[in-house]
Every structure is written in C-alpha cells, then in structure tokens.
C-alpha cells in the first residue's frame, strides 16, 4: 500500500533545519536522491534458503519481490526468514527437514509491503520507518514498479550529510526565546568570529515560549563563542542534557 505523503511529525523532524545541503529544494531532501536504485531482487518461487544466501552475498536484509513487469508485490527480510526456520532443527525428521528445505519466499513475505514514491522527503520516509518499525521502505513509482528502496542506513547517510556532521566540530544548544530576531543574533555572533556553521537546527522546547536552537559549529574552539552568547543574554544546554530531559519521566535511560 502507498502511504500519503502529508505525515504527522515528531519535535525534531518538525523543527527548521538550514545546512547548505538542503538550498534550492525548500528545505526537503527527496527519496529519489538518497535511495539505493540497483535493488537486490529475489522470486517469489525461490526457497527462503536462496534468499538468505542472497542477502549474505549482498550484504543486505530487505528483498523486496517483483513480477514479471517489475511490480512490488511483495518484500522479504532476515527477520522473517529466522521467523519461519525452527528454533532447534536438531530432532527434526526427514520428512521434517524436507518440508523446511522447502518453504518458499512467497510463504512467508509480507504481500502487498507499505512503500513510498521518490517524491517522498527523508523526513517523510524516517518518521513512516519509525513509526512502523522497520528497517527499509521499498520506493515505487505511480504504476508500482520498483525503482529503489530505502534504508535505515541511506537515512543516516542523508542526515550526517544534511547536518554537517561528517566534518569535526562542536554541537552547541542554545536555549532562546520565540521571537523575531533572536537567530539573526546567534548567527551574527558566531559569524563575526569567522567560524563556519556545518548546520542549524530549532526544536522545540518543553516551555512554549522558547525554542532549542542546535548549531554544529565546524571548529573545537569554542569556549570564546560560548563565553560571547551568554554575554548576550543567552542560556547555553548541554546537548546531552537536552535530550535527557525530553524523555518520559517514568522512563531509565541507559
């Protein structure tokens, strides 16, 4: 089934992200552009023990199963095919053994798998992975033929290219308030000091009013910078810190 692309968001995904990445695209990254096109097939026909050996040689855990006019009809992953083997085959009898040997994909792949177009944003595709639980989204187009898949992996690839983070730096959170002018301010402030930004993100905060605003920085000096910004009137986070205090209170971190 095609999801719709208009999906709820989380405070993070639905927060501003500004990084050179994502200039002349509206501030969206597109599926077409970070999915991976040369996707690993398998037939429906083939044995769950093909399709394991499929996955190992390639390196992969989704493969999503096409007709004969490259139409999704279905998409198996690893998880499913330790599923379908038994826990212990030891004791098994012949007869046993034989029917196992002969379980094909088709017995035991999800028909008809949840899958998104290119047109799709990463955001898009990380908050339908997360909200489903799985590791991959098959990318179709307005026929339902297959033309990509997308991973947790390509998602984590996009991100660290979108933020910057590929690069050494510092991650600085700045807790400010929700008014005009206060992330020209920061920006100023950072920019005056010749220090390059690998990105910008605003999230929310747990007080209406106010707003996190997450710049990576791309220097490790930063203590003057830091110094300069609440000099400024602005209350510096912990990143860490943040995060923890986002989490439901009846929860243990690790």
Known sequence: CLIPVKLATNRILKSSIFNSGLSGTGG????????????ITIDQEATIFAAQELMAKN?????????????????????????????????????EVESILEIKVKDVMTKNPTSITPAYTIQDALLLIQNLKVGALPVVDDKHILKGIISVRDLLGAFINVLGIGEPGTLLCILVEEKIGQMKKIVDAITEENISFGSVLVARYWEEDKRAVFTYLLTQNV???????????????????????QLPKNESTP
């Open 28 to 39: 969206n990254m597109f599926v077409s552009k970070t999915m991976t096109r040369k996707v």
């Open 59 to 95: 390196k992969v855990r989704h493969l999503p199963i096409v007709d004969k006019d490259r139409r999704l009809i279905g998409i198996i992953t690893d998880r499913d095919i330790r599923s379908a083997l038994p826990y212990n085959p030891r004791g098994k009898s012949g007869g």
């Open 223 to 245: 203590a003057h910078i830091k110094k300069k910004l609440s000099g400024l009137g602005f209350n510096l986070l912990d990143p860490m810190e943040w995060y923890l205090d």
